[in-house]
């Protein structure tokens, strides 16, 4: 055991029997530096192993969803799609609705016109028709609809006619908010024998404000 | 993670003491911080040792310190051997063969380093070949039985050296640091063997063991004295109460023959004359050997300056922490902290 390196020291040799030497070591300080190493070692190893772990199990499942988002794609580009295609359409029916604005229901005119029935009076024909009116604004075009009720029927004497249409002028729900009313009529000569007159009622509506009173004859 | 460091100990264990000391720790810079000796008597046991040490150095309830140590094991051996020529050493089994035959020891039984006799490195087989080569080690079961006592003394050691060939770094490093110019003859005497080196410059010229130990004293002491018997010459060789100066060229007289054969013989070669004699490991009350030596072969009783040693080594005292009076048989564990090759001496020759 020279500490010398591996140079013997001059005129000293060494003559020690290594062999019948009894083992002195008693605290294996090289063990135990050993085993710390091994533990710190391990230790690391094992950290970096967990990360490992961690880092294979996140991109895994990172692949799997990048899988699933590749399948809906397509059927999400269609349900996007249809969802535009949704919107665009409520946005037009919503146009739509607001363009049109009908002043009243289809059943309310009937039961008002029912109402407002006068005896004496007969409707023979109800007619609704509405008609797209174009007015020109400097350059711009702009389209309001028009509605036409025109009522067809008998009556017995003008008086109930007159009644009548004074009844209508006055109806409320004719009076729509944003309608200007018309209320005309066109009368043909009673018949003869029974003295029946004939009678051609035609309201119309135009979108707009109305002024104060009512709209007199076109 | 952050726990007190760890002291650094240096233990030489000879036949006569065991010399220790405890540092700041094994890299240098080391501080020296506390020194202790315990002489070894005939009842000495693994268990006086322990206590010796735990005096010293702090076991934490630990059965075994760590520590680097110098031994002696028996049938030790630093021998210089000269290569005729290079190309032998790249033969297989050429090395084992000399050891064999040139200092009759078998490689199969024994531990043995080869060193470059210049520097004291390694025998590099591959690069750097060197004619000059010194041989050092042991029997196995030698190294063995040193180590297993060690292990009873509760020491574990880290590194376990040839206190011989350790020491003999030591000197070299030494001679290189001091520039001593004159060849200086270093002497282990032990009790059953000495060996003698003859260092020139810093480079082993001469190893080779002398038959004659402390042992063969004795018997001569005791004629001489007309003791009981050679135990009694024994304690009184080892007491401080003899005064050997005078009777000591008679005692020695046969190893400063054998000695001064060999080094005549060198000087005649080289044309060098030994100016000094350094002799390691004898305790303090037998530096009348070192003395009678030095008078008997005319020259000069090496005592090392440890401490400037030391400090060219990059090893320095803790405060408190006194050199001077320790005798030179205290190289040997100062050498165990010595990183020779880091002196950058470049001597020519």
Known sequence: MSKRGNLQPYWRPDFKIGSTLPDIKVVRTGFIINFIAVVCALFVIIMLLQNEYRIFQLNRSVAGIETQIQGATAENASLLKQSEHFRKTAKEIEELQHFYEAPFAANELLVELARLKPNGLLYSAVNFSDTVILTKVGKSTSAKMGYNIRISGQVRDFDILTAFKAALEASSLLQAEGFIVNVNEQVKSPDLITGVVSFDVSITLRAGTAPVGKGGAK | MLKPKTKGLFIDVSEFSILAVRTSGYKLPIVIEEIAELPIAQDCSPADVRLFLEQLVDFKGAAYYVARCGIYPDGRFVRYYEVESLAKLKKPNFLADVIQSEFGVDPAS???????????????????????????????????QAQDQLLEYGLYPERMELSTSTTLGGICDYVKLNRIAAPVLYIELASEVANFFILNKGRVEVA????????????LLQRELGLKDETSARKLFFSNTFDFAEMGPKLLRRLVKELQASAGFYEVQTGLTIERVFLSALPQNLSWIAQTVSDSM???????DIGSWLEGLNVSLAEGVELSNLGPRWMSV????GEFNLRQEDLSE
């Open chain 2, 110 to 144: 024994h531990s043995v380093s080869i060193l470059d006799a210049r520097d004291g490195s390694d025998l590099d087989l591959e690069k750097g070949l060197s004619k000059h080569l010194v041989f050092c080690g042991a029997p196995s079961s030698a190294f063995q």
């Open chain 2, 334 to 337: 100062f050498s165990l902290m």
């Open chain 2, 208 to 219: 080779r063991p002398v038959a004659f130990g402390l042992d063969s004293i004795y018997p």
């Open chain 2, 298 to 304: 005319g020259v000069e009783v090496l005592k090392p």
